[in-house]
């Protein structure tokens, strides 16, 4: 566990950096990065003890941010959905480079991507596999947004030597939701769940306690060029799999319905991550019954 150092960490106020904030917080200085517009922001960064920061990521505003702390998480992401490839690209390619810039005396930075870089299919998705516009039926400009913003922590790490990960994340969920929360969603509105035709549709859940836990040996790995990691939960399941789950526990029975417009599955090969932090320790069907326990009770009683 990271004790007494003083990190940075952006997009607190989205699904995935939230949990990674309030378990380093207690032992660290934690300063969230952030524009908090959102009603209860402020309070809810306050709760877990993180000091929040104004900073627009996309304006390169870091009046408010110091340039040398230990590390830097780096979670914000911008999904206009709307086409907004230059909006987008400002935020998730330019602001990236800037903020490493601003940052370049941390000990090590971490940048969240996406599997959503790669082409998808059939076999096991390595770190070398081909990358693809994996999202563009879902979010237009997600997929390219994060394969250019990769270039720009490439290419950063390298120019100002800063040690970096860029850590390529599959399905996170947990108690701040997720995919899986937004299909019990789907399902319990009676909303049809896409399918992709291409067999079963295979995506790696990651408990939000694995992903969390996991951060630290992330930091670890940085070097110069930048290491390169799969970040997924080392259990295969499939969406077929998980609504079915999700339907036992709360008595909601999943509607698929097959598309070419959903997303390729993604079978995410973790040896590297494994390597150094070891395989994921939350079962799947453990951590939906967490996650419907702790967002919607009143549907685990239909279970
Ligand atoms: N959620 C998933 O299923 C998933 C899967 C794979 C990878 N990922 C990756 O995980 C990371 C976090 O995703 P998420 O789903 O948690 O995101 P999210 O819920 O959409 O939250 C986005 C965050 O980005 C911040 N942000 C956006 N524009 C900003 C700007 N101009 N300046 C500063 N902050 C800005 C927002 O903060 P404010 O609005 O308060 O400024 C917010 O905290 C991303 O890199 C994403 O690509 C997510």
Redesign the pocket.
Known sequence: MIEGKTILI????????FPVAARLAGANRVLA??????KG?LERVRAIGAEPRY?????GDFAKVPSDPDFVLH?????SGDNNFNADLR?NAE?VGLLMAHCRQAKAFLH?????VYRGGAGPVSEESPLADHHQYLLPTYSIC?IAAEAVVRMSARSLGLPTTIAR????YGAGG??PWFHLMMMKNGAPIPLHPAGLNHFPLLHEDDYTRQVEALLGMASVPATLVNWAGSEPTTIEAWCKELGALTGFEPKFETTERALQPLHIDTTRLEAVAGPSRVHWRDGLRQMVEVRNPELLARG
């Open positions: 952006t997009g607190v106020t989205g699904q995935v950096a990065l952030g524009r908090f517009g959102g922001d900073c627009d990521i996309a304006a979670f914000a992401v911008a999904k935020m602001g969240c991507s996406s599997t959503g994060k994340l599959a399905v996170p997720g995919w």
